[in-house]
């Protein structure tokens, strides 16, 4: 084996090596080198076991995720969406929680306003619905609170 | 009942300190790397036997890997009437565990064995005695580039094992069983998350220094003649074995 011959394999190795791992990275972890779009805010009263990076959907188009989940001072839940910059949200936007399937992942759903006002980045959206729990409407009817 | 325990401190004492040498040996050898002269050709030579010459293994084992998970997973996942998964269950033990351990595995029998013998022979044969009175540390020459090899070259060859056991998946599981291509890559996308890449990652940087590091110092401290060498390589075989599955219970339950 000549010299050069070694340099070239162990360099398409190398590249090769490197290709997967940009791959798995980019494609696969979706790791952001350039971070694109902006960040709403969102404050639920129960998220019910919503995870970071879940993803957040119009129309049941992905739109984005959600970045962060935090806990505000008054015992509600708050998130971070981080959305793409072409989605502008109007003002009266409904942003509420459901369900994939029937054990499916939760998601956050954004029902689009007809506000003349937009949310600016950093801005939050006001009107959110929390998860039905079928626990808590099964215990309501039982105890009859309906 | 003394002799008993007397036999248990002998054995005790001797595990640590064969601990400690290794430790001591790989802090020598990765101090010797910031020390000129440097021998990028070595390193170069080193990458090849250690990495080029495992690609064909690692695809091999790679493929069929993948091609084992997408069947068996899929059977299991029909059954809850969610083979929609079979992509991410396929994508996430491929890069989260088998894909660091099974590379770590494969490296160790093909190179880790023969660094052993490489350097085993050369300490009973007095090769490395004749390097260090031509004044060449011993360390420096054989030693160095090869842990360096090992470090570079183990995590590229796990990231090809991935990509490729991602492939065996999608002929089994797309091509074969008929599962639609795009939920099958759109359910991976999802659910793998940068924390499983970075953690395969580590993973495998610490096999690929475990592994030649276990055969370094293994052929290194050969003694007794061709009978020692034979010893020092099954040693480094089944010790590199056992050190890389209990590191991986341990990475795995401190970083994941």
């Not at chain 2, 050898?29 to 080193?46: H, I, N, T, Y």
């Amino acid at each position: 084996m000549s010299r050069g011959n070694i340099e070239l394999l162990v360099g398409l190795f190398v590249l090769i090596g490197l290709a997967s791992l940009t791959y798995l990275a980019l494609h696969l972890g979706e790791l952001e080198l350039f971070s694109h779009g902006y960040r709403v805010y969102a404050v639920f009263d129960n998220i019910s076991g919503l995870k970071t990076g879940a993803p957040v959907e119009v129309a049941g188009v992905e739109v984005g995720k959600v970045e962060a989940v935090e806990m505000t001072q008054d015992f509600r839940a708050k998130l971070t969406l981080k959305l793409d910059t072409k989605v502008v949200l109007k003002e009266d936007t409904i942003a509420s929680i459901r369900t994939k399937g029937i054990i499916g992942d939760k998601f956050v759903k954004l029902t689009p306003g007809f506000s003349d006002k937009v949310i600016p980045p950093g801005g939050t959206i006001r009107e959110t619905e929390s998860v039905l729990e079928l626990e808590e409407l099964i215990s309501k009817y039982v105890h009859g609170k309906v | 009942m003394v002799a008993l325990l007397r036999r248990l401190g002998c054995w005790a004492l001797g595990l640590v300190r064969e601990a400690g040498g290794m430790m001591l040996f790989l802090l020598e050898g990765l101090a010797l790397a910031f020390v000129p002269p440097f021998r990028f050709r070595r390193l170069l030579q080193e990458m090849y036997l250690i990495g080029v010459r495992s690609v064909l293994i690692i695809l091999l084992t790679a493929a069929f890997t993948g091609m084992i998970l997408a069947l068996q997973g899929f059977y299991t996942l029909k059954q809850y009437g969610s083979e929609g998964a079979l992509g991410s269950a396929v994508a996430l033990s491929l890069i989260r565990e088998m894909g660091p351990v099974l590379t770590a595995l494969m490296v160790s029998a093909r190179a880790g064995s023969a660094v052993t013998a490489e350097i085993g022979i050369m300490r009973i044969t007095e090769q490395l005695d004749a390097l260090d009175t031509m004044a060449v540390s011993p360390m420096q020459y054989v030693v160095m580039p090869k842990l360096l090899a090992g470090l570079i070259t183990v995590p590229l060859l796990t990231a090809i094992f991935d990509v490729m056991g991602i492939i065996g998946g999608y002929i089994v599981g797309v091509i074969l069983l008929g599962l639609s291509s795009g939920i099958y890559f759109s359910e991976m996308v999802r659910s793998v998350v940068p924390l499983d890449i970075n953690g395969g990652i580590v993973k495998s940087l610490v096999f690929g220094l475990t592994i030649i590091l276990v055969a370094c110092y293994k052929g290194y401290y050969t003694e007794h003649g061709a009978e020692g060498v034979s010893r020092a390589t099954n040693q480094t075989v089944v010790l590199s074995a056992v050190l890389i599955l209990a590191w991986d219970y341990l990475l795995t339950s401190f970083f994941m």
